[in-house]
């Protein structure tokens, strides 16, 4: 098993088997709940997650590789990138890789290692970024993959009349599935996977197909606190994009207990409610969602067997964040508010 840039530890305290298989069963349940497809947006690393490695000593960092390998027979997938990443020529790595090339890397490692070809989403195209777009397009179509663009719309994701239009999730072409699963990954940060998830169920409420929506997540843990070191770790690990963890309110209201969430899932809650109650008819189970922890599947608190240990390995962690931020500004590719960002998060520990 691939193990760079896991760190050794003389004990490993969270249940990775125990792990894998609730969380593949609590998808499975998700499914149950819709006749005809579940589109499960993936947060995280798809194939290999070193960093809940890391933090969960004796979490399998292919764990979810495991699970979707299992399930391969249910599952198809379709992998989001964002043209303005294209354009721009985002780096998502240390090596020196374009854009497009990192993502046709990671296309094919996952098709290599889960054995199902993924169908692929541009999103966010506009005309500034079109020919460019187009032009990779075409790259996947001669390698023989599906691939869809998918516009900007104007106004999203508040003007619901709108984005529920002919005009707006309407004016986007259709990725044909058939299976019962849908892994919606991605390149990196704001590759519209959550709304390539609303716009393919849009078209399937059009053919009168019962589809819903849901999150896989791993961090933050919703029923560890708030400042818990390993959602604090977690924190860490995104102070590039400026995220941060908090309550989930509406958790809290819906049923007395408090929970943590990350800022850009309440934010996601916020227009999958709003959306699906104006998309989706009555008995559709996305609409039970009370929360953005409703709406996830997490269930890696159940499977933390030392608290101590794992709370450890998150402080070195944060640590180990710091100095690859630094790594990252000395090539001057980096900015120092990511560290001004972490040395607050320590602050608090």
């Excluded at 004796?58 to 699970?67: E, L, N, R, T, W």
């Excluded at 104007?154 to 309407?170: A, F, H, I, R």
């Excluded at 996830?296 to 962690?317: K, L």
């Amino acid at each position: 098993m691939k193990t760079s840039g896991i760190l050794k530890f003389e004990k490993y305290w969270f249940d990775g088997e125990k792990y894998i298989n609730m969380q593949k069963n609590a998808i499975l349940d998700r499914i149950s709940k819709f006749k005809h497809r579940l589109y499960l947006e993936i947060w995280g690393k798809f194939l290999y997650d070193p960093h809940a490695a890391r933090v969960l000593p004796g979490f399998f960092p292919d764990s979810k590789k495991q699970i979707f390998s299992s399930l391969r027979d249910k599952a198809e997938i379709i992998f989001c990138l964002n043209a303005k990443d294209l354009y721009k020529n985002r780096q998502l790595s240390n090596e020196d890789m374009d854009y497009g090339d990192y993502c046709l890397q990671m296309i094919y490692d996952i098709e290599k290692e889960v054995w199902i070809k993924p169908k692929i989403s541009i999103n966010r195209v506009s005309e500034k970024n079109k020919e460019v777009s187009v032009s990779f397009k075409n790259i996947l179509l001669q390698k023989w993959y599906i691939a869809a663009l998918r516009y900007e719309i104007p106004g999203y994701p508040n003007d619901t009349e709108k984005v529920l239009s002919k005009d707006g999730y309407g004016a986007d072409e259709y990725i044909k599935v058939e299976k019962d699963l849908i892994l919606v990954t991605w390149a990196a940060s704001s590759s519209g996977k959550m709304s390539t998830c609303l716009w393919q169920i849009y078209h399937e409420v059009v053919l009168w197909q019962d589809s819903g929506y849901a999150k896989y997540e791993t961090f933050p843990i919703w029923n560890l606190p708030l400042e818990h070191p390993v959602n604090l770790a977690y924190e860490a690990a995104t102070a590039d994009i400026g995220d941060y963890n908090t309550i989930d309110t509406y958790h809290q209201k819906a049923y007395s207990m408090n929970s943590v969430n990350y800022n850009r899932d309440v934010e996601a809650f916020e227009i999958v409610s709003r959306l699906s109650n104006s998309l989706l008819p009555i008995w559709n189970f996305t609409r039970e969602y009370k929360s953005p922890t409703d709406m996830g599947i997490n269930t890696a608190w159940f499977c933390i067997t030392d608290d101590e240990v794992v709370r450890n390995a998150s402080i070195q962690e944060i640590d180990r964040r710091i100095n690859w931020y630094n790594e990252v500004i000395q090539r001057w590719e980096g900015d120092l508010i990511w560290i001004e960002r972490c040395n607050k998060i320590k602050e608090r520990l």
